[in-house]
């Protein structure tokens, strides 16, 4: 009997699990296509979170709201990160230039360098 009980718990838990699943929404996000798109929709959904969190208890309605966001958000990390990835590359491609005295690379990877960067660096 015991066997039953815990079967039909195990049963009980994986039909909700299973439901929940399905009731899950999936969003594509905000069309982040710049460095500067993709400050924008961060410093827009970051205070939205931040007010959010400030709350005394997340609602359903709110932890839905982070979802959806959630989805902006990734979207312009990853144009952030696409950027510096593109900003490292050209250091060490400058570092390269100015090892082996290449000053023609060197003047080119260090201007594509200080494009790259300014934006992590200006106020």
């Known amino acids: 009997m015991k066997l039953l009980k815990l079967g039909f718990i195990a049963l009980s838990f994986l039909i909700v699990a299973t439901v929940s699943a399905s009731e899950i929404r999936h969003y ?3 069309d ?3 460095v500067e798109e993709a400050i ?3 410093k827009k959904y970051n205070t939205e979170l931040e007010k959010l969190l400030k709350a005394e208890e997340l609602k359903a309605q709110d932890m839905a709201k982070i979802h959806q966001m959630t989805y902006s958000m990734e979207n ?3 144009i952030l990160e696409g950027s510096l990835n593109i900003t ?3 250091l060490e491609e400058l570092h390269l230039s100015s090892e082996t005295m ?3 690379k060197a003047q080119i990877y260090g201007q594509l360098y200080l494009e790259g ?3 992590y660096t200006e106020k």
């Open 28 to 30: 594509k996000g905000e």
């Open 32 to 34: 982040v296509n710049t």
């Open 40 to 42: 924008s929709v961060l």
């Open 76 to 78: 312009a990390l990853e």
């Open 88 to 90: 490292q590359r050209n």
């Open 102 to 104: 290449k000053t023609d």
């Open 117 to 119: 960067v300014s934006f």
